[in-house]
């Protein structure tokens, strides 16, 4: 293994193992090295997060890996991102993710983001309590592709319906498209309430995500 | 304390399909206009047909989930109703969630064992004082509320579950268990992969959402070990009217689940909307007209497939 495929590898695996130190190390050993960023983001730090998701798809690793994983993901992209030329990355498509209002669980989002962030989408994220106005603005301001919306209450998951009718009523509805997900949610509630996607999981939501956006 | 919820607990033949929530809604009572306080409770659950009254405890009265907290004061005054009361605490894992957050409480999990062991510990000895001093005002049953999985597994593996939450959770049964008391474990989320532990912490009863584990298998396996509180899905609960197929399915459930004891039927979310006291109450009555036609035939209450030492008659 040469010296850059081994530092290659080495950041993959510090995101596989949730080590945000290590993988920072080695993406800064890595730029020393005379490797492209773009190299290492393709090859190292995306395959990791994807790894990661794949383990947990798998049954292999449970949250607390993967929230080390993105955490992991996160440090590395800090670094690379900020030396990405124009072009070396293009994004899929902007997301912006956000909890509805009245709804404190910040666990979910922070998976999806990292996981849609690995597969080349640009993510905002809004935070938890997030009421609908500020998903609404987001779309008239912002040139948002996607807004994707977590509930993870059954009183809480109410509020999407609410922010897919403000779209109407402003008429932006046809400007984005929208994804939800959660616990309590279904494909059926989804469907009710005249969302484009529901998202079971955080890698379900990579895969509805880019077919929204008629992406493979 | 109301006989049939007791015969549920002690897997007995009850006089009825003992029923009542975990969680009334801060949003029910303002819908009514009516004060969330124990006043307010007491007059539902006897309108309602409860047999048990279910107070969560805690310091404020504020709670981020929709519900109001009580304090000690109130479980004695629940305790003077005639309803099997229930004192609804905070697991240890569910109020470090509640300092820390849930994504820094499950990384904590991932990169600091012993670090998470020891608040667990701190977290469990203040749980033991509430425990006391709850069934000391009058609590038939304590639930340890502690959300430990989400829809599709635990939120880490049985291994871990079993090194750092199970040891806490055998100490706080037997604390219950010291009072005289019930001690009933809630969890969201799909907790199949551990339900054999839950069971071998020696907890009586068990809520659970019926989405995400299958409680016709939990009653194969554990029916004669744990009491399930559980009937009432999400969907039922939010339904704005209920098909005839879908009601004959609920029948169904009913009766399979009700055979033999060991059930109280509730949810597992609360009730947070009058939409869903509406629908409880047909479910309510759904339920005992399937079970009094079905007694006809077959005996469903009073059918103990697997534990005969509880064929006894209570209340």
């Not at chain 1, 709804?103 to 905002?124: K, P, S, Y």
């Not at chain 1, 509930?151 to 609410?162: I, Q």
């Not at chain 2, 006989?3 to 897997?11: D, G, I, R, S, W």
């Not at chain 2, 409480?105 to 600091?112: Q, V």
Request: proline letters at 3%; glycine letters at 10%.
């Amino acid at each position: 293994m040469s010296s850059a495929s081994g530092l290659i590898e080495q950041i993959k695996q510090s995101i596989v193992e949730g080590d945000d130190e290590a993988a920072k190390a080695a993406v800064e050993k890595s730029l020393a090295e005379g490797l492209a960023p773009v190299e290492i983001l393709n090859s190292g730090i995306v395959p990791g997060i994807e790894t990661t998701g794949q383990l947990w798809a798998e049954g292999q690793y449970f949250m607390p890996d993967v929230i080390l994983g993105a955490e992991a993901f996160k440090a590395a992209t800090s670094i690379i991102e900020p030396r990405l030329k124009a072009g070396d990355a293009p994004k899929v498509g902007k997301v912006a993710l956000g909890v509805v209002a009245g709804d404190m669980h910040n666990l979910g989002i922070t998976i999806v983001a990292a996981m849609l962030r690995g597969a080349g989408f640009e993510v905002e994220e809004l935070g938890i309590d997030v009421p609908a106005a500020t998903f609404i603005a987001k779309v008239k301001n912002d040139n948002v592709d996607i807004v994707g919306m977590g509930a993870y209450m059954t009183t809480t998951m109410l509020v999407m319906k609410e922010v897919i009718e403000g779209l109407k009523k402003e008429k932006l509805r046809d400007k984005v498209k929208v994804m939800v997900g959660g616990v309590p949610l279904t494909q059926e509630y989804a469907d009710e309430i005249g969302a484009d996607a529901w998202g079971k999981d955080a890698l379900d939501a990579v895969v509805k995500a880019k077919q929204v956006k008629g992406v493979s | 304390m109301s006989q049939c919820v007791k015969a549920a607990f002690e897997h007995c033949v009850p006089s009825r399909l003992p029923r009542g929530e975990l969680w009334i809604g801060t949003t029910v009572f303002e819908e009514r206009q009516m004060e969330d306080d124990v006043d307010a409770h007491l007059g539902l659950c006897h309108k309602m047909g409860m047999d048990l009254i279910s107070l969560p405890v805690g310091d404020s009265q504020d709670s981020p989930s929709g519900y109001r907290l009580f304090s000690v004061a109130d479980i004695e005054k629940a305790a003077r109703s005639g309803l099997f009361v229930v004192a609804v605490l905070s697991g240890p894992l569910q109020r470090l969630v509640d300092k820390n957050g849930l994504r820094s409480t499950l990384a904590d999990i991932g990169r600091d064992t012993d670090g998470i062991r020891e608040a667990l510990r701190d977290e469990a000895q203040e749980l033991y004082c509430l425990i006391d001093i709850c069934t000391e005002r009058g609590a038939d049953a304590v639930v340890i509320a502690d959300d430990l999985a989400y829809n599709r597994a635990t939120f880490f593996s049985p291994t871990v579950f079993r090194q750092l939450i199970h040891p806490f959770y055998r100490e706080l049964v037997d604390r219950v268990h010291r009072r005289r008391a019930y001690a009933v474990l809630h969890s969201d989320g799909n907790i199949a992969s551990i339900v054999p532990d839950i069971v071998s912490s020696g907890f009586d009863g068990l809520s659970c959402q019926e989405e995400c584990v299958d409680l016709i298998s939990l009653k194969r396996t554990y029916g004669t070990q744990l009491t399930l509180l559980a009937g009432l899905s999400c969907e039922l609960l939010n339904a704005g009217s209920l098909p005839a197929k879908r009601k004959q399915q609920f029948v169904e459930w009913i009766k399979v689940l009700s055979q033999g004891g060991g059930i109280i039927l509730s949810s597992s979310s609360g009730l947070h909307s009058s939409r869903m006291l509406l629908n409880v109450e047909r479910l309510y009555h759904l339920a005992d007209e399937a079970l009094a036609r079905a007694s006809n035939t077959r005996p469903y209450l009073a059918t103990y497939p697997v534990r005969e030492r509880g064929r006894k008659e209570v209340g």
